[in-house]
């Protein structure tokens, strides 16, 4: 289960984390489910599914990315993750028991995932304007989670009328900064609740920041899933390890989303339990002065200090001018049956 009242839902994205080698790949699902994640998500495509092998001006990437200098081309024949992996690296998880799903990039992507029986589905940033992409995915009646960067309002709620007008019933979205990485202040974490109101869909989001910090801030605001890139070591200088967490850092996160999610609680007002030991600290109506039977209090014999034995300090006003019942020693609490 995933949304309101469930715990939040942490997914390690591999990427190109795995460097084409089938070990590496199994080693990054292993200390996924080491380091908290609840899922793995891969990615799905070829170079020749997602661009076509050209070098002219149009296919070059430019310049403020971590892949400047190569074409489109080039970057995803490093970057993809052969497809004869996945039923491997999905057996390796459910022996796990950590979930394993991936993005889709095409049609031919979604027939071959089908087959291999992932649970769910993502659509990348990249690819929420691709309604047919987003129809076939819905169509396969699995819950669908999209990312939403670069996206407006109007081009969401388009990508969220095709997918259930083609049968998906789960649906999440994920706020997303489609910058690599991207800059704290560009992450505007306030869109997490305004997505989830606006169209009654749990929200998380996919974060390509550095550090752990805007993760944990969006649970605070409502984030029910939490996406990162997983590396085993950002020393590597794959395309994608420079704006990943390695998996000491990775568990450090899931460790503060959980304290987080414990924090967040419910609306609460008066003592809680753990509160309890805590109210003998709080002030009350205390004699401070020894007092003779019959003697005026004022506030020279009685003040409003800790502990909390004695009277509320909202009566001090009522107590002065009244007299003490008896003697009262210095130090006692005052209660009414001293007051006369």
Not at 243 to 255: H, I, N, Q, R
Request: charged share 25%; proline share 5%; glycine share 6%.
């Amino acid at each position: 289960m995933i949304g309101s009242g469930h715990p939040v839902y942490v997914v390690a994205e591999l990427s190109a984390s795995h460097r084409q080698d089938f070990e590496r790949a199994a080693q990054l699902v292993r200390a996924s489910k080491e380091a908290g994640a609840d899922a793995v998500k891969v990615q799905t495509y070829t170079p020749d599914t997602l661009t076509i092998d050209c070098s002219n001006n149009w296919f070059q990437i430019s310049e403020g990315t971590p892949w400047r200098g190569h074409t489109l081309y080039e970057l995803y024949r490093e970057a993809y993750m052969p497809w004869e992996w996945l039923p491997r690296l999905r057996t390796l998880a459910l022996e796990l028991n950590v979930d394993l799903f991936s993005t889709a990039y095409d049609t031919s992507a979604v027939d071959f995932l089908e087959q291999a029986g992932v649970p769910a589905y993502k659509l990348a940033s990249f690819e929420i304007v691709d309604l047919a992409l987003v129809r076939r995915m819905a169509r396969t009646g699995k819950p669908l989670i999209m990312s939403t960067g670069m996206a407006s309002l109007g081009e969401i709620e388009a990508a969220i009328n095709c997918a259930r007008d083609a049968g998906a019933k789960q649906m999440a979205l994920l706020k997303c900064t489609s910058s690599y990485p991207a800059r704290a202040e560009d992450m505007n974490l306030r869109a997490i609740p305004h997505l989830a109101e606006t169209f009654s869909l749990p929200v998380g989001i996919s974060d390509h920041s550095l550090g752990v910090t805007v993760p944990t801030a969006a649970v605070a605001l409502g984030a029910c899933i939490v996406e990162k890139h997983l590396t085993l070591s950002r020393s590597l200088e794959g395309p994608d390890d420079a704006y990943s967490l390695e998996p000491s850092e990775f568990k450090a996160m899931v460790d503060q989303i959980r304290i987080a999610e414990k924090a967040l609680g419910k609306v609460h007002y008066g003592i809680t339990e753990a509160e309890i030991k805590s109210l003998a600290f709080r002030r009350s109506l205390f004699v401070v002065r020894d007092v003779t039977a019959g003697e005026v209090f004022s506030e020279e014999n009685i003040r409003s200090i800790r502990p909390s034995y004695g009277l509320p300090p909202r009566y001090l006003t009522d107590i002065l001018g009244r007299k003490a019942s008896r003697r009262i020693a210095r130090g006692t609490p005052l209660t009414w049956d001293l007051v006369a």
